[in-house]
Structures are given as structure tokens and as C-alpha cells.
């Protein structure tokens, strides 16, 4: 499973941006996907995630961080997650990660060691 993040980039605080995350596998039903991020000297943190069945209905898990700022959605018949983020803060600045399993069990979305699938990752950064 390769996974392939876009749409990062510098926007000034209170601002948007819509990252991507096309899998090249021939379907992500059955995966769990999420969003990661790391910023300059810290640890990589939980962002967002959907759970293995369903579709965009079932990305309900956030960071309390991000809840009501950011949106993951999921275009199963695309083989693409989104993560929609509005509000942006300077703190948002990191490195984003994209990341897949198909094993993964619900009380491990939010574990970044339970993934075994990872983009390259996509640099936001916010300005103040």
C-alpha cells in the first residue's frame, strides 16, 4: 500500500487548506485511514481518523485540538481521504501524515504505532 499526501502549504492564520491522500491499492474499504501530524520537535500526534467500514459518515475521530476546525472525509470510490482545515492556527504548523490499516481495531485509531501504512507526509505552515 503506497500512500501519496498533497496539498499542504502556507497560509496565514484563519485561513484554509484541503490536504489529500490518494491510496494505491485497489480499494481503502476495509481500511482505517487517519491524519497525523509532527511538528519541529515534538512527537507525532493523532489528528483524525475514519474507521474501516463506511464512508465519510464514519470519520468521527478528532483530536480535541482540531474538533469543529477540521473535517476528514473519505471518497471510497477514489481510493482518497481529505482532511477539510478551517480556522487554521499558527500552532496547526507541522508536517502531516496519511495513514492506513486494515487491521486495526476501533480503540487503536488514534495510535499511530498501529499503522502500518504511511505517506510521505505534506508540510502545513501558518503564519501569524
Known amino acids: 500500500v503506497q500512500l501519496q499526501a498533497s496539498g499542504g502549504g502556507l497560509v496565514q492564520a484563519g485561513g484554509s487548506l484541503r490536504l489529500s491522500c490518494a491510496a494505491s491499492?485497489?480499494?481503502?474499504?476495509?481500511?482505517?485511514m487517519a491524519w497525523f501530524r509532527q511538528a519541529p520537535g515534538k512527537e507525532r500526534e493523532f489528528v483524525a481518523a475514519c474507521s474501516r467500514t463506511g464512508g465519510s459518515g464514519t470519520c468521527t475521530y478528532y483530536a480535541d485540538s482540531v474538533k469543529s476546525r477540521f473535517t476528514m472525509s473519505r471518497d471510497n470510490a477514489k481510493n482518497t481521504v481529505y482532511l477539510q482545515m478551517n480556522s487554521l492556527k499558527p500552532e496547526d504548523t507541522a508536517v502531516y501524515y496519511c495513514?492506513?490499516?486494515?487491521?486495526?481495531?476501533?480503540?487503536?485509531?488514534?495510535?499511530?504505532?498501529?499503522?502500518?501504512?504511511w505517506g510521505q507526509g505534506t508540510q502545513v505552515t501558518v503564519s501569524s
Open positions: 491499492i485497489r480499494t481503502i474499504r476495509g481500511y482505517a
Open positions: 495513514a492506513a490499516d486494515n487491521s486495526i481495531i476501533a480503540s487503536h485509531y488514534r495510535n499511530d504505532v498501529q499503522y502500518d501504512y
